[in-house]
C-alpha cells in the first residue's frame, strides 16, 4: 500500500519537549560548548518533481505559526505573495521555463524557505548573543528576545530568507517546526503535503530516499536529476530533489554555490575585539551595516514603496483614479 | 469512478484528460505519485493549458477546449488501424459482435431519424437486429459489415491524426506520442487509467466526451481490471452522494427514475422495465428493478404504500417535461413562472451560466429561502455592490430568507468520494451563532407542512402528509436513523416459500444487502444501492480497517463502497473468458473451479460459471457497449460537435451548429456569438484552481493571501498583439457580460491553430465574487452561456468566445 510516511525517526524526550541549552551547538555572538552526543541530524527533502505547487504547505505553516499575512494582489503569476514575508516562511515560487534542449515548457515550483544550514550564516552574521541558535540535530532557530532586529542575518544568509517583522522589529524565518520536531512530530508543511513531496526524517534517511527518486528521475530522462545539499554551507538540513540539479538557479534563483559572504568573517575578526565591550556594540553594528549594505541612503521612493509594503498595496500602483480593491 | 482513489497506484498510465488532477484533487492526486514512484508509470496530460498536474506529466498535448471527442476518436482510430486492441476481451466482453438493426446510418455529423424543428432524433433504429430466438443477433467472426465492430471501424475513419490537428491544434507528431503510449496499454498486463472531471462534463456533448473514453478503454481492455477503469473525479466532497441519492429531478435514489405523464399508472411504468436478457443466460440484473422501487416506496410511504395502490405510486410526480434541471427552472424563472425558490448548500448566482440572465429570474420571485453555512452571491443578489453587482434593490422585490446551517465538519454523517466510499465522519467543532443542521430545518418545516395540510386540506395533501416520519424526535431525526433507512429493514416475517416453518427475514431486522429486497412490501429501503451500510453488524461506513491483502489497493474493511462493498465495478472482467486473470501480479479475482474468489467483492453471481455470464451484468446483453443504442439523446456514437461558440465551423459536419439535440431556450440563441464572429474572436474557458475551493474559501483568510485577486490567463503571444502588460488590467467580455481582472500572462497557454486559423485562449479562473474575505472580483459566470449538455444539461462552462483589451480596471461607483 501507500507507504504513509511515519513520524519521523527522531527521538523525543517527552521530559523535555522542547530543545533546551543542553542541544545547542553553536550560539549567536556567544561562546558555547558543544553537547558532546549531537542528536540524531534531522532534514526535510523537497523533491520539486513531485511538487505540485498546492501550496497546502504555505496554508499549513500559516496554521501552525499562527501567522496572518495579508491578502496582497495578483501581479501576474501565481506565486503569492511575492516574496517571503515576517509572516510567510515558506513560499511557493513558479518558474516557467523552456528546456534549451528539448524546447519543452517546464514549470518549475519551489517551495522556497529556511534551508537549516549547517554553517549558518545567519547565525554568524547575528551580533546579538543567543539571537539564532543551532540546535545539534541542525536546525537553526531564532530565539526572538534576544533578537535586535539589526537585520544583519539576512545579510549573512546565502539563500536571502529572513525578514524583519515590522510590528516586533525581529527577525522571522521557518523555525523547521522545532516545537513539533521537539515531540517527534514532522514539520507541519510536511505533515499537509499531498503528494509526499515533503518528507521529513534524519538526514541519512532522507538522503536514501532522494536516491531512488534521483535513479527514478534518471530513467525518465532527467539526466541531471540530483540531491540539492551545498557543500558551500556545510549541508543543509532543508534538501532539494532537482530534476536539474546542474543548474539550481533556474528554480526560482537558487544559489548555484552558496557560501557565507566574506564579510561575515571579516565581521566576526571584529567581534573578537568588541564582542565584551557592550558600549561599542552600537558603534560597530552601525560599522556592519556600513561595510554590508553601504551607506545608509533612503529616497523618496524608498520610504513610499515602503509604506506601500506596510499598507499591502503593491508597487508599482495601477493607473490613478482606479485603486485596486477599494470597496464602493 | 469504477474503480478507486486507492487503485491508481495500480496503473501503468494515467491519462488526464478532461479534469486537472494536480490541481482540483490535490489529495487523491498522491496515488498518481504512488503510481509513478513505485511501479514507474507514465502520466499524460492533455488539456488546453499546461496546468500543475502537467507540471509532473511525462508528457503534455495541448488540446482545444471543446475538441475531445476528436481527439478521443483519433485514439481509437489509431488502435483499430494499428491493432492495439485487447482481442480477446472486445469480443467476449463488448457488444463488438452485435448486429445492428437496418435503417441505422450515420452521415454528415447526424445519425438516423434527426428532425431539425424538435432538435431530437426519432430513434427506433438504434437497436440490435433481433434473431428469431428472441435475442440479439451476434456475428463472432466481426465480418458482418453492420456488426459494430465495424461500424464503429468506418464512423471514426475520419478522424486521422492530420483531423485531428485540424480541429484540436494539437500537433500532429504530439497526438501521435499519446496515441502510441495509449496504444501500449492493449496488452493484458498494461493497464491505462482515465481521470476526468468537469473538463469534460461541462460541454453541450459533455456524456459523450466520457463515452468517448469509455469506449476507449474498452477497446484496450482496461475496464474492471487495477489500475484501469473510467474514474470521474467528484469536485465537492459528496457529490456523489448527491447523484446517489437522485437530489436531481427526474431520479429516485439509486438511479431509479422518476416517472414521466407517459406513466401514468405503475403498470405501463414497469413495462419498460422488464430489462430481459439479449443474449442467452445473461444477469441483466435490473430486473430486480421491480424490488428496488418497492422497497423505496415502503420507505417513504410505510404503510400508506400497499399492493392495492401500487405501493402509492400515485403519489408521485409525473414529469412532463424531460427534467427540471437548474437550466430549466431559472428560464421559467425568467419567465416569472417560479414563485419560491428553495437553495439548500447551493451558490447558482455562480454555479450556473450567464449571470445577468441568473439574477434576472432571481428577481421575479416572490420569495428565495437561502440554507447555507456561508454568505453566498446567491443570498446577497439583491444587493449594490457597484459594478461587480450592479442592481437597485429598489427594483427587487424578492423576499430573501437566510437560515444558516451547520458545515460538513459541524455535524455528523457520511460522505461518499469519488471511489463510491461511503465514509461516516464525526463533527469536528460546534456550530456558530443560530446555525441548525440541514436535518433540523428540513424536519421543521416538513411537519408544519403535514400540520397545514392535516388541517386545511389541499389538492392532494396525501403524498404530504403519509410521508413516513417514524423518528425518534420527529423534529430532528438523527443521521443514525436516516442512514439505517437508506440501508433497508425488514417489515414482515419472511419465510421460505420451500419450508414455511424456516424463517428467512425477520421483521425489524436491518438488510445485509440490496439481495434481500422484496417486491411484495415485506422489504423497505430508501436507496437499494446503499444496502449493507447499517447492518445488524452496525454502522460499516464507520469502519477504519485500513489492511490491504495482496496489496492490491482494495481496502475492503475501510467504510462501505456501494455496491455491495465493491471496489471495482465489473471486476469479473479482470479476468480471461475462462476466469483466469489477465496479469496474474494484479490478480482482482478468478474463478476457483466452483466459485469467484480474490481481493475484491465479485462483479458476479459467485457461483456464476465462467463461460456462461458476461462480465457486465447489469446490461441486458452481458456485455458492455461500444454502441449504445438509443440510451443516449445524441447518438450511438460520440461525434466531434463545435461548442456552441467556437472559433470555426464544423469541419466534419459544416451544417451542424453546436451538439443538433442539446435544448436551447428560444430567447437564449441570440445570447450567443456566432460562429468566427470578430467581435468575440478568443476561446474562453472557465476553471478552478487548487488555493480555492469553488465559492467557499474566498471567504477564507489563508486560502485568499494564497490567491488574493481574480486574474485571467493568455498566452504571451495574445499580450503582445494587445499589448497587456503582465499585472496588468484587462477587460474581457463575452456577448452575454463583462469582467475586469489581473492578466497572468504565461508561456502555459499558446495560440492554436485550429483549422488553417490562429485560435488564442483566455482562462478564466471561477473563484472569485462580490462576497468574502478575498479582493473582491466579478463572477466567471457573467461570460459563460446558458445551454447544457444534451443527456443531463451540465452547463458548457468549458468552451464560449470572448474578447479582451487591456484596462485600467474596474470603475467603482
Known sequence: MFPPIPNPSVASDAATPRFGEKDILRRSASEVTPPAQRLTEVAKLIDVSK????????????????????????????????????????????????????????????????????????????PAP???????????????????????????????????????????????CSDRVAVGQGPACQKACPTQAIVFGTKDEMKDWAELRITDLKSRGFANAGLYDPPGVGGTHVMYVLHHADTPSIYAGLPDNPRISPLVDAWKGVTKYVGLAVMGFAAAAGFLHYVVAGPNKVSEEDEENAERLADGTPPPAPPAGLQEGRTP | MTNAWTDIKNTDLVVIMGGNAAEAHPCGFKWVTEAKATRGAKLIVVDPRYNRSAAVADFYAPIRQ???????????????????????????????????????????????????????????????????????????????????????????????PDMVERICGTPKDAFLKVAEMVGECSTPTKTMTSMYALGWTQHSKGAQNIRGMAMLQLILGNIGVRGGGMNALRGHSNIQGLTDLGLMSNLIPGYLNIPTQKEPDFTTYMSTRAFKPLRPNQTSYWQNYR??????????????????????????????VASYDVLRVFEMMKQGKVNLYFCQGFNPLQAFPDKGKLAAGLAKLKMLVIMDPLQTETARFWEDHGTFNKVNPADIQTEVIQLPTTCFAEDEGSLVNSGRWLQWHWPGGSPP????????????????????????????????????????????????????????????????????????????????????????????????????????????????DNSDPGDAGMFLKWSFAWPANRRILYNRASCDLDGKPWDPSRKLIEWDGTKWTGYDVPDIPPTAKPRDVGPFIMNPEGTSRLWVRKMMRDG????????????????????????????????????????GDPAYPYAGTSYRLTEHFHYWTKNNHVNSVLQPEQFVEISEELAKEKGIALGGWVRVWSKRGELYAKA??????????????????VGVPIHWGFVGAARKGFTANTLTPFVGDANIETPEFKAFMVNIEPSTGPVVA
Request: aromatic share 12%; proline share 6%; charged share 25%.
Open chain 2, 636 to 675: 450511438p456514437f460520440p461525434v466531434h460537435y463545435e461548442p456552441f461558440e467556437s472559433p470555426v465551423a464544423n469541419v466534419i459536419a459544416p451544417k451542424v451548429r453546436g451538439n443538433p439535440v442539446a435544448r436551447v431556450f428560444p430567447d437564449d440563441w441570440k445570447t450567443f456569438a456566432d460562429i
Open chain 2, 66 to 160: 471543446g475538441s475531445d471527442i476528436a481527439f478521443l476518436m483519433g485514439l481509437i482510430n489509431y488502435c483499430i488501424s494499428h491493432d492495439k486492441v485487447q482481442w480477446d476481451y472486445v469480443k467476449p466482453f463488448t457488444n463488438a459482435t452485435f448486429v445492428v438493426r437496418e435503417g441505422y446510418a450515420y452521415q454528415d455529423g447526424l445519425f438516423t431519424g434527426y428532425d431539425e424543428s424538435k432538435r431530437d432524433y426519432v430513434r427506433d433504429t438504434w437497436e440490435y437486429e433481433i434473431g428469431p430466438d428472441g435475442y440479439a443477433v451476434v456475428d463472432e467472426t466481426l465480418q458482418n459489415p453492420r456488426c459494430v465492430w465495424n461500424l464503429l471501424k468506418e464512423h471514426v475513419a475520419i478522424y486521422m
Open chain 2, 744 to 761: 497572468v500572462v504565461t508561456k502555459r497557454i499558446k495560440p492554436m491553430t485550429i483549422d488553417g486559423k490562429t485560435v488564442h485562449i
Open chain 2, 291 to 320: 424490488k428496488f422501487f418497492v422497497s423505496f416506496m415502503k420507505s417513504m410511504y410505510g404503510s400508506a404504500a400497499t399492493k392495492e395502490n401500487d405501493w402509492a405510486y400515485s403519489y408521485l410526480p409525473k414529469l412532463d
Open chain 2, 433 to 544: 451563532g443560530e446555525a441548525k443542521t440541514d436535518i433540523w430545518i428540513m424536519a421543521q418545516i416538513h411537519l408544519r407542512l403535514k400540520e397545514l395540510y392535516k388541517k386545511e386540506g389541499g389538492t392532494f395533501p396525501d403524498p404530504i402528509v403519509n410521508l413516513n416520519w417514524s423518528y425518534k424526535d420527529p423534529g430532528e431525526p438523527t443521521p443514525e436513523e436516516l442512514a439505517r433507512e437508506m440501508n433497508g429493514s425488514v417489515l414482515v416475517d419472511v419465510f421460505d416459500p420451500a419450508d414455511p416453518t424456516k424463517k428467512v427475514l425477520e421483521a425489524g431486522k436491518q438488510l445485509s444487502g440490496f439481495g434481500q429486497m422484496r417486491d411484495d412490501g415485506t422489504t423497505a429501503g430508501g436507496c437499494w444501492i446503499f444496502s449493507g451500510c447499517w447492518t445488524e453488524a452496525g454502522n460499516m461506513m464507520a469502519r477504519r
Open chain 1, 130 to 176: 543567543g539571537a539564532i541558535v543551532q540546535y545539534s540535530n541542525g536546525i537553526v532557530d531564532f530565539q526572538h528576545d534576544n533578537c535586535i532586529g539589526c537585520g544583519y542575518c539576512i545579510k549573512g544568509c546565502p539563500f536571502n530568507i529572513p525578514r524583519i517583522s515590522k510590528v516586533d522589529h525581529t527577525a522571522y524565518k521557518c523555525t523547521l
Open chain 1, 51 to 126: 511538487c505540485i505547487g498546492c501550496k497546502a504547505c504555505q496554508a499549513a505553516c500559516l496554521e501552525w505559526n499562527n501567522l496572518t499575512e495579508e491578502i496582497g494582489f495578483n501581479h501576474g503569476v501565481y506565486t503569492n505573495p511575492m516574496d517571503l514575508t515576517p509572516d510567510t516562511f515558506t513560499l511557493m515560487r513558479f518558474t516557467e521555463w523552456v528546456n534549451p534542449e528539448t524546447e519543452n515548457l517546464e514549470w518549475l515550483i519551489r517551495k522556497d524557505g529556511c534551508m537549516h544550514c549547517e554553517d549558518p550564516g545567519c547565525l554568524k552574521a547575528c
